[in-house]
């Protein structure tokens, strides 16, 4: 008798203390921040507080992304970014690899650069950078993407051939370049290969052609999307605000990747260049988004801004379906790791092994609905509580349903030179459902219109946008009357309806 009321005493106590020292929710001084210095994220699920984030109590500035389509990554990134626009003046630039951003980047009045499709990245460029430097990075991106590391004469053709280059257009390869002096391209640095080989005096002709050979994926007429004078101005991306780099245009996953490649390697010299300053939030922000190729690659710049970016008030956000594509380094220097919701158990698996947390959170995150988070934070300081907990959902801006037409499949290439003719249009839905409206359409056409738009993610180029009107019989003269109400000139409308 006796001894079970002891019993019983003890164990009330020990349930009481265990939760008293390890309550489920940070207590509140961690989770409200100043709100001229945090982003609002949204509401805890147990205890109803408002969650602001700052980079100032984490150990990094650094965001990790999980979960399964349609969870909510995106719709995450763009609240946050946002936000830190509004809050820090923060810059944005997303390594959009899908395109997905695009719509919502032109909506909230960014600039969309569209790799593959009007605009071109010249890799030699130097924004500021020293002629070595820059060849050093290239080949590093060579490495990455492609086998030339296992051709070290090949590698050592191309490199030299890249040097000689500058050195023929004018540049010392030591020194900080003349600014007004335009950079050789990958063209100018394959010619020299060829002349090389037609000399006919080099050892062994075979690695020359094999080096030319490699080059020419990136030079040839037609994917010479890295090979031609930059479009933009790369020097000035991660100080204009939000800037969507979209790399749908791109044939394929290597092209996208050399990109990549080559803007997180121009935005780390950037960071480095400008410096720390005192300023409070953060600089920059950089979006790899699915880019599993680059966030997995121990040798893309993505780890250098993870280990250096905190200093640089630059932060990096990773956003991926699989948390198992993201390299070890990413994972461990993030200071925030929003978990949406997860299905497979060796990716829950993963994230547990690695954060620690309960299995009570465990089978939570497997059941989330869109927009439900489990969020871990490293504080900068011990603390005594768990480091995850539950956001009943992340409360972003009211989306706005954005539809977006691009048109540069049916420019020509003076039109497309011409920078004042727009590449896009987009939408709201309400607008776009009006000018449907007076176009006639009924109103069970306008339905089908729009399911035929969502299946198309709402992006849609002329060619796809005639098609689906021609497939709900909407008529020729119709389509024009569009066309023309949103601005195109009809020599251009008479080009996309000669589609069939
Ligand atoms: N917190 C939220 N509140 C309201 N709507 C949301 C929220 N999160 C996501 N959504 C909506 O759910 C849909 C899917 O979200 P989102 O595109 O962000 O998913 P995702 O995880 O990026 O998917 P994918 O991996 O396919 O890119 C979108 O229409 C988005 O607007
Ligand atoms: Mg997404």
């Not at 880019?291 to 997995?296: D, E, M, N």
Request: net charge neutral; glycine share 6%.
């Amino acid at each position: 008798m006796t001894l079970l009321k002891i019993q019983n005493m003890m164990s009330n106590e020990l349930s009481k203390r265990a939760f008293l020292s390890r309550p489920p929710e940070p207590p509140h001084e961690f989770l409200l921040n100043d709100p001229t210095d945090s982003i609002f994220i949204g509401i805890t699920k147990l205890f109803g507080v408002p969650f602001t984030w700052t980079y100032a109590n984490v150990t990094n500035p650094h965001i990790a992304v999980v979960g399964i389509t349609g969870s909510g990554k995106s719709f995450f990134v763009k609240t946050f970014l946002l936000r830190a626009s509004y809050v820090w003046n923060t810059n944005a630039i997303i390594i959009d690899w899908a395109g997905e951003y695009k719509g919502w980047v032109k909506q909230s009045g960014g600039t969309v650069v569209s790799l593959g499709k009007g605009d071109y990245i010249n890799i030699l460029d130097l924004s500021g950078m020293k002629p070595l430097d820059r060849a050093k990075q290239i080949s590093n991106a060579l490495d990455i993407l492609t086998d030339i590391t296992d051709f070290p004469e090949q590698r050592r053709l191309t490199v030299e051939a890249i040097e000689q280059a500058y050195v023929n257009f004018g540049f010392a390869m030591a020194s900080t370049p003349d600014p007004n002096r335009d950079a050789p391209t990958l063209k100018d640095v394959t010619k020299l290969l060829e002349e090389k080989l037609q000399e006919g005096t080099y050892q062994y002709p075979a690695e020359l052609e094999n080096a030319i050979y490699r080059l020419r994926q990136f030079s040839r007429e037609g994917e010479d999307y890295f090979a031609r004078k930059s479009t933009i101005d790369i020097g000035k991306l991660s100080s204009s605000g939000l800037v969507d780099l979209d790399l749908s245009g791109l044939p394929d996953e290597k092209f996208r990747a050399l990109a990549a490649l080559f803007i997180l390697q121009t935005l780390k010299e950037k960071m480095r260049v400008e410096g720390w300053s005192a300023s409070k939030g953060i600089k920059a922000l950089v979006v790899l988004d699915e880019a599993w190729k680059i966030a997995s690659d121990e040798r893309s710049d993505a780890i250098t801004i993870i280990r250096e970016g905190r200093k640089y008030q630059f932060g990096l956000i990773v956003a991926s379906q699989n948390p198992t594509d993201v390299n070890e380094t990413i994972f461990s220097n993030v200071g925030t790791t929003i978990m949406l919701r997860v299905r497979f158990e060796k990716f829950i698996s993963y994230l547990q092994g690695s954060l620690n947390f309960s299995n009570f959170m465990r089978s939570e995150i497997s059941k989330f609905g869109v927009g439900q988070a489990a969020i871990d934070m490293s504080f900068q300081t011990s603390v005594q509580f768990p480091n995850v907990f539950i956001l009943d959902r992340i409360v972003g801006e009211i989306p706005l349903d954005v539809y977006t037409l691009t048109v540069a499949d049916i420019l020509n290439d003076n039109e497309l030179a011409d920078k004042s003719i727009p590449r896009d249009y987009s939408f709201e839905k309400i607008d776009l459902n009006s000018r449907f409206v007076q176009m006639n359409l009924a109103s069970d056409t306008i339905t089908k219109l729009f399911a035929a738009l969502d299946s198309k993610n709402r992006i849609v180029d002329m060619r796809m946008l005639v098609q689906i009107f021609l497939k709900e019989n909407v008529n020729k003269e119709t389509i024009l009357i569009f066309m023309r109400s949103i601005g195109l000139p009809d020599t251009i409308i008479s080009r996309a309806l000669i589609i069939k």
